[in-house]
């Protein structure tokens, strides 16, 4: 799934590309893209149309564009495959086009396209600015609201697992299983080691360790395992090779040479070195 980085890849195009246009049409080509938008497919295609677009924001995995007049926004979550798509208005329907955005100056459609359908897109609220369906989501640690010291206080408050907390969204935002692994990589933590352990100094480094390694993939464009993980132009990214755990099982550790390995995690995989990351006793 699209974590952070892959999300603000998107972001930044949508920015350039949309924001300041005005929407003169919408059409859901597929129901379940706007299954969580009550009213159904007519009334947000209603709304919509005539609203301009003002921003492009982001909170942990979600993207909103603030709409004018209501204070709303329309959300969209990529899910496991969802792509937003800047596309000339002549070209033809990608084969799993789900909502497609046309606007008053005739220039590139935003279409949302999304082949196993478990993204979404809606019109919602905004609470401070927030969507509202959104708001108990966790600020994450690139936002300026992001407090350092109450994160360290609330993760040592856990008593669980530190990768288990981090990828936990009511405590920090848009950490996800690779970039996970990444940073306990750096911060030399075993996934399995208990949040009430950790002294402050240590998840600062962590939490330096977090801001790292999505910072570098952001300047590669984000993580791309297969053609589903793409920007708005359709370019897929590449921090794939820069990784140093996640799936790298029995490569040896840039570090120490030691081979890395992989441990089952939450139906999903946890990628360690054995040597720098030493399992909690």
């Not at 497919?41 to 924001?57: H, I, Q, Y």
């Not at 993207?63 to 000339?88: C, D, R």
């Not at 081979?259 to 990351?277: K, W």
Request: hydrophobic share 40%; aromatic share 8%; with cysteine.
């Amino acid at each position: 799934m699209p974590e952070l980085p892959e999300v603000e890849v998107v972001r930044r195009g949508l920015a350039q590309w949309v924001t300041g246009r005005e929407i003169a049409a919408a059409e859901v080509l597929h129901p379940r893209a706007i299954r969580r938008h009550a009213p159904g497919a007519d009334e947000f295609t209603a709304r919509l149309k005539g609203r301009t677009v003002l921003s492009a924001e982001r909170r942990g995995k979600y993207l909103w564009l603030p709409m004018s007049g209501a204070e709303e926004a329309l959300l969209a979550h990529l899910g496991m495959s969802g792509q937003l798509l800047v596309v000339e208005p002549d070209s033809p329907p990608e084969k799993h086009l789900r909502v497609r955005l046309r606007f008053e100056d005739g220039g590139p459609d935003l279409r949302f396209v999304d082949q196993r359908t478990f993204g979404h897109v809606m019109l919602t609220g905004l609470a401070e600015g927030v969507p509202e369906p959104i708001a108990h989501i966790a600020p994450d640690p690139f936002e300026p609201v992001f407090d350092d010291a109450e994160f360290a206080r609330r993760l040592r408050a856990r008593r669980t697992e530190i990768k288990r907390a981090l990828l936990d969204q009511s405590l920090i935002s848009g950490v996800g299983n690779i970039y996970a692994d990444e940073a306990l990589w750096i911060a030399r933590l075993h996934w399995a080691r208990q949040t009430q352990t950790l002294t402050r100094p240590k998840v600062a480094e962590l939490l330096a360790g977090v801001r790292a390694v999505m910072s570098s993939a952001l300047e590669q464009g984000g993580t791309s395992f297969d053609s589903l993980y793409v920007n708005v132009n359709g370019e897929s990214g590449y921090f794939e090779r820069s990784l140093e755990a996640y799936g790298r099982r029995d490569l040896p550790c840039s570090r120490c040479g030691t081979a890395i390995r992989r441990e089952p995690f939450m139906n999903r995989s946890s990628y360690f070195c054995p040597r720098c990351q030493r399992r909690p006793r």
